[in-house]
C-alpha cells in the first residue's frame, strides 16, 4: 500500500502557507477573544451551508444557527477545533432562546473559582449569557431568561438589540456593550450603541443603559483597554447618501476613545475597510481586537472560503491581523486585511498529545464530536491530508510516530511528509481494519530534526471513507 497512486486533494480556502482563514474546514462569523492560560480561543457565529429544495447552496438566512462555534491556538497558525456550542433551542442550555449570534465571552475570577461567560444574541431581540467552568464549557444557563431586553431600563430605542462586547476592568467592575441598527432618518447619529455596567456576578446588570454617540453606527461592538484609555469599536452603516467630512465610510470599522468605560466618546475615525475592499466580497464588517503574548491583533470574518467554494452567499469565516496603537495620540493604526494573516508566535511541539482537530491547514477532512467531547477527524477520503506549521522536531529529530484511530473499515496509511503533500517522507502509519473499535498504532520514523511542516497524508482504498483521526504524538 506504501507505494499506492493517490490523486492528492488541494486545499481550499486557506492555502499553505498563508494563515487566513484561520480555518477551512468549516465557517465561523462574528468573531470574540479570550485569552487563557497560554491560549487564544475564538468564538463564533456558527454559519452552515442553507440548501434550496433543488439541492443548491442558497443564501444564509441566519435563522437557523442557533450554536456558537470556538476555536484555540497557542501559535495563531495551528488552530484546534472545539467543535460548537449548543445554545439556544429545545437541545440547547438557553431553552427560551432561538438563536445566538456574535458571541462575547469574559472570564472572572468569583469565590476563588475561575468562571467564563459568554453572552449572546438572540436574534436581535435580546442578549442572553450562559456560564461555564473553563473556556470550552460545559456551559449551563445560570438565570433561565434574557439578561437584557428592551424593558431593560435605557434599552427601549435600540432598533437590534444585539452584537454584545464585554470589559471586566482593572478594577473588577464590567461592563456590556451592544446595539444597533438604524432608525429612520437618523443614519447619521442612529444613538443605537449602548453601555451598561455588569453586576459583580456577571449575569445581572446594574443602572440604566447609556447612549454611545457613535456617528452612522450600525452594527458590532467592540471594547478595549489600552494604556488608560477605552476604545469602543463598530461597524458604520451603510448610507449612501453624502456624509459630512470626517465621518466613517460606508461599512467599516470605526473607532472612539474615552477616559471611562461609560464614556463621554471621542470619534476618532476607522481602522479597518469592508473585507469587499480586500477579498473581491463584501458584506457586514465584524471585529474583535485583543492582546496575546505582547501584542494586539484584530479577529474579522470575510467570505474568503466561500467564495473560494463558489457559494458567496453570506457564509463568513475569520480572519487575523496584527494591530498596532499610536501611543503619540492614542490612535490606532489602519490594519491592511490580507490572507497573509498573523506571524506564527511560537513553534508548535509535536511530543505532546495533539488533538487531531488541531489544523494549520487541510484538504478534504471535516471534524466531529466524539462520546468524550473531543473532536475527532473524520470524512477522510484517500488523498486528503492535514498540515501543521512549523513543527519543532527539534535537533535529535523523532524517531517514532503513533496514532489514535476508530471506525477503519478496511486497511490503509497515513504518510509523513515534511514541507508538503508529496515532501519528503519520514514514515508511514499502517492501520488495520478496525470496525468500530479504536486503536492505538505506531511506526518507526527517521529524517525529521529541525523546523518543517508536518503533512498527515491518508491513503487506502478509493471511494470510500478510511477512517477517524483521534488523536497523535511523535516520540523522540
Request: net charge negative; with cysteine.
Amino acid at each position: 500500500m506504501e507505494d499506492l497512486q493517490v490523486k492528492l486533494a488541494s486545499a481550499v480556502g486557506k492555502v499553505p502557507p498563508q494563515g487566513n482563514p484561520l480555518v477551512s474546514h468549516k465557517f465561523g462569523a462574528d468573531p470574540y477573544a479570550l485569552v487563557f492560560d497560554g491560549r487564544v480561543y475564538l468564538y463564533t457565529t456558527n454559519d452552515v451551508l442553507e440548501y434550496g429544495e433543488d439541492g443548491s447552496v442558497k443564501d444564509n438566512t441566519y435563522g437557523n444557527i442557533n450554536k456558537i462555534g470556538i476555536i484555540s491556538s497557542a501559535d495563531l497558525v495551528n488552530w484546534t477545533d472545539h467543535g460548537v456550542i449548543n445554545v439556544a433551542g429545545s437541545e440547547g442550555a438557553a431553552k427560551w432562546a432561538t438563536q445566538s449570534w456574535a458571541p462575547a465571552i469574559a472570564h472572572k475570577v468569583i469565590n476563588g473559582q475561575d468562571k467564563f461567560f459568554l453572552y449572546f444574541a438572540n436574534n436581535a431581540s435580546g442578549i442572553g449569557v450562559l456560564e461555564g467552568d473553563s473556556p470550552i464549557g460545559p456551559w449551563k444557563d445560570p438565570i433561565g431568561k434574557a439578561l437584557i431586553l428592551r424593558s431593560t431600563p435605557g434599552v427601549e430605542k435600540v432598533t437590534w438589540l444585539f452584537d454584545p462586547a464585554v470589559l471586566v476592568d482593572d478594577d473588577g467592575k464590567a461592563y456590556i456593550y451592544f446595539g444597533g441598527g438604524v432608525p429612520e432618518g437618523k443614519d447619521e447619529s442612529p444613538d443605537t450603541a449602548r453601555v451598561m455596567q455588569l453586576g459583580d456576578d456577571m449575569i445581572s446588570v446594574v443602572g440604566e443603559a447609556q447612549v454611545i454617540p457613535a456617528p452612522f453606527m450600525f452594527e458590532d461592538a467592540g471594547i478595549n483597554k489600552y494604556n488608560g484609555t477605552y476604545y469602543f469599536t463598530y461597524c458604520s452603516n451603510f448610507y449612501n447618501g453624502d456624509r459630512p467630512e470626517g465621518s466613517p465610510p460606508a461599512g467599516e470599522i470605526a473607532y472612539m476613545t474615552s477616559d471611562s468605560p461609560m464614556g463621554p466618546w471621542t470619534y476618532r475615525g476607522t481602522i479597518l475597510k469592508n473585507p469587499g475592499h480586500f477579498f473581491g466580497v463584501g458584506g457586514n464588517n465584524h471585529h474583535v481586537i485583543f492582546e496575546f503574548k505582547n501584542a494586539w491583533y484584530i479577529a474579522y470574518h470575510a467570505q474568503t472560503l466561500s467564495k473560494a467554494m463558489g457559494v458567496p452567499k453570506g457564509y463568513r469565516s475569520t480572519h487575523l491581523n496584527e494591530l498596532k496603537f499610536q501611543d503619540a495620540d492614542r490612535s490606532i493604526q489602519e490594519i491592511t486585511a490580507n490572507y497573509e494573516g498573523a506571524a506564527q508566535v511560537q513553534l508548535f511541539n509535536p511530543y505532546e498529545s495533539v488533538e487531531a482537530a488541531t489544523i494549520g491547514w487541510n484538504a478534504g477532512i471535516a471534524t466531529e464530536a466524539s462520546s468524550d467531547g473531543s473532536l475527532t477527524v473524520t470524512d477522510i477520503d484517500s488523498g486528503d491530508w492535514i498540515a501543521l506549521s512549523k513543527v519543532d522536531f527539534g535537533s535529535n529529530g523523532a524517531s517514532s510516530f503513533a496514532a489514535s484511530v476508530s471506525e477503519a473499515a478496511a486497511a490503509a496509511i497515513v504518510e509523513l511528509r515534511l514541507d508538503a503533500a508529496d515532501g519528503k517522507l519520514i514514515g508511514t502509519l499502517p492501520v488495520r481494519a478496525t470496525g468500530d473499535q479504536a486503536a492505538e498504532y505506531q511506526t518507526e520514523v527517521s529524517g525529521a530534526e529541525g523546523v518543517h511542516d508536518l503533512y498527515l497524508v491518508f491513503k487506502g482504498q478509493p471511494d470510500s471513507k478510511l477512517f477517524k483521526l483521534h488523536s497523535w504524538q511523535f516520540g523522540q
